[in-house]
């Protein structure tokens, strides 16, 4: 039997950028995020400060540091984060810095963030920073825009394919043609067969309705029984889960599809909400 792999998502945000400076403040960064942090009920741990600081994603040398970490704790590859808006791409330093690395520690892949990019992340339309417009035909143009990336070395592959995953595929025109047109654009450029793989989103789980080759669990999107930790904060208007209950659903869950299981140590998302769920509170 083959060892299993465990796959971290990565996001590459950790560094100043033109659309950023735009739109939260020159300089902006998602550490802004992690400093401001505060504890929201007994034993929250926040402030959640990291061991080397809050250093900036600077180098390709940065990078690696970080995958040789992974690799120390059993960590197979990276998962990244691409924001590509129809040739219009954001935050591209990780590929940058990896299509000029010949040889890397542990292996990567890309996860796309097809949607509109809004100042919630959460995927809902206020706030609209930009307009992700989805088109079957130049849709497939993501394979050409990602080509030194997904031809590297160290790509990850699953069963000889390229892995690729899809974050909303629901967001697509005419999604299974778009599917087509994407595994056609690869054999096209001589990358051979991939692998798509569709990221769980609240109710949608199934990839079999998109013609994805299967599913990848994404914390924590299901519906959950709510918890109320002990001393938890007047003002907080989020939500919170109990660990064990977490577990208790995803192991229990069965799909008649291929399903490849997701762990979420730690998720925690008030960094960028503070204590309410549903707005993300200006910076200033």
């Known amino acids: 039997m083959s060892q299993a792999k465990i796959v ?38 926040q402030p959640n400060i990291p061991i080397d600081g809050y250093t900036e994603f600077d180098s390709p040398e940065f990078l690696i540091k970080q995958m040789n970490l992974a690799k120390t704790y059993s960590i197979t590859a990276f998962c990244i984060y691409s924001y590509w808006f129809g040739g219009n791409r954001v935050m591209t330093r990780a590929f940058d810095y990896l299509a000029a690395i010949e040889e890397t520690p542990i292996d990567f892949c890309i996860a ?3 949607e509109n990019w809004n100042r919630r992340w959460d995927g809902r339309e206020q706030e609209l920073l930009i307009e992700k417009k989805h088109d079957q035909i130049n849709d497939a143009n993501f394979i050409d825009d990602h080509y030194a990336i997904l031809n590297h070395p160290n790509y990850l592959r699953i069963d000889g394919k ?35 793989l569709m990221v769980q989103w609240f109710e949608e789980s199934d990839p079999r309705p998109f013609d994805f080759d299967g599913s990848v669990q994404f914390p924590p999107t ?31 869950s ?21 204590r309410n769920e549903f707005e993300v509170p200006s910076l200033s």
């Not at 950790?14 to 902006?28: L, M």
């Not at 629901?170 to 654009?185: C, E, G, S, V, Y």
């Open 8 to 45: 971290a998502f990565y996001l590459p945000a950790f560094y100043p950028f033109k659309e950023n400076n735009e739109f939260w403040g020159e300089g902006f960064t998602e550490w802004d995020f992690v400093k401001r942090a505060q504890p929201n009920f007994q034993g929250h741990a």
């Open 162 to 196: 390229l892995a690729l995953l899809i974050y909303r595929p629901h967001l697509m025109d005419a999604p299974k043609t778009t599917i087509r047109n994407l595994r056609n654009r690869a054999r096209e450029l001589g990358l051979g067969e991939l692998k798509l």
């Open 222 to 252: 299901v519906h959950k029984r709510k918890h109320y930790p002990l001393g938890l904060h007047p003002d907080f208007n989020g939500t919170v889960f109990d660990y064990d209950d977490v577990i208790d659903l995803y192991l229990g």
């Open 112 to 114: 796309w963030a097809n």
């Open 254 to 274: 069965k799909s008649d599809f291929v399903e490849y299981k997701g762990v979420m140590p730690d998720w925690d998302n008030t960094p960028r909400r503070l």
